[in-house]
Nanobody
Framework: QVQRVESGGGWVQPGGSLRLSCAAS????????IAWYRQAPGKQRELVAD???????GYADSVKGRFTISRDSTKNTVWLNMVSLKPEDTAHYYC?????????WGQGIQVTVSS
């Protein structure tokens, strides 16, 4: 069972940037894909971006062109680079791994975008 820990969240002004990381620990085994989700208060959780073990990336329309997902296989770390942040991006962000051992979720980190 793989454990994921997110870092890099915080508060930024509109138009600012943040870089989230998702680090793995434990018995990693085989990873099929890693995704970033987010959930704002009172709203449903939504898929933001994901990346497969063949380095195929996908994005939600709301973040396409502003967010970039990447991974480092040697370090078992995934990043979500966020630029041109908007107040609508304010949410709790979660890292999710899908692999041979099933699904593993991180605890999540808060991202707040406001003036």
């Amino acid at each position: 069972q793989v454990q994921r820990v997110e870092s890099g969240g915080g508060w930024v002004q509109p138009g600012g940037s943040l870089r989230l990381s998702c680090a793995a620990s434990g018995n990693i085994a085989s990873i099929y894909s890693i995704a970033w989700y987010r959930q704002a208060p009172g709203k449903q959780r939504e898929l933001v971006a994901d990346i497969t073990n063949t380095d195929t990336a996908g994005y939600a329309d709301s973040v396409k062109g502003r967010f970039t997902i990447s991974r480092d296989s040697t370090k078992n770390t995934v990043w979500l680079n966020m630029v041109s942040l908007k107040p609508e991006d304010t949410a709790h962000y979660y890292c999710k791994q899908t692999g041979s051992s099933g699904e593993s979720w991180g605890q999540g980190i808060q991202v707040t975008v406001s003036s």
